[in-house]
């Protein structure tokens, strides 16, 4: 089982960038559908981004398609989320998760929080006005 790690958060302006990764330990990170959430104070986790074990599947929720890509490296072991154009209703810990497909032939992603079973400890993100 993958262990997880996220990175790139910080303080960022409306209208900026940031590229959140997701580092993953052991050998079978090819083997898992990657998504992204977030989690802003007082609300649910949300879902924001996946993509699938071979990366040539991607969905974005609506309040980020366009200004958010999701993308990964499966040689390296990691996953990331390119932020562009921030809002401050971006704000959030944002975390990600992994699924593992080793027995699922064909190429899906996983919007639902519940078929997530890793995930990382979370990196915070906070856009100003």
């Known amino acids: 089982q993958v262990q997880l790690a996220e990175s790139g958060g910080g303080l960022v302006q409306a209208g900026g960038s940031l590229r959140l990764s997701c580092a993953a330990s052991?050998?079978?990170?090819?083997?898992?559908?990657m998504g992204w959430f977030r989690q802003a104070p007082g609300k649910e986790r949300e879902f924001v981004s996946a993509?699938?074990?071979?990366?040539?599947?991607?969905y974005h929720a609506d309040s980020v398609k366009g200004r958010f890509t999701i993308s990964r490296d499966n040689a390296k072991n990691l996953a990331y989320l390119q932020m562009d154009s921030l809002k401050p209703e971006d704000t959030a810990v944002y975390y990600c998760?992994?699924?593992?497909?080793?027995?699922?032939?064909?190429?899906?992603?996983?919007?639902?929080?519940?078929?997530?079973?890793?995930w990382g400890q979370g990196t915070q993100v906070t856009v100003s006005s």
């Open positions: 052991g050998r079978t990170f090819s083997r898992y559908a």
């Open positions: 998760a992994a699924r593992d497909a080793t027995y699922t032939s064909g190429s899906y992603y996983y919007t639902a929080a519940l078929q997530y079973g890793t």
């Open positions: 993509i699938s074990k071979s990366g040539d599947k991607t």
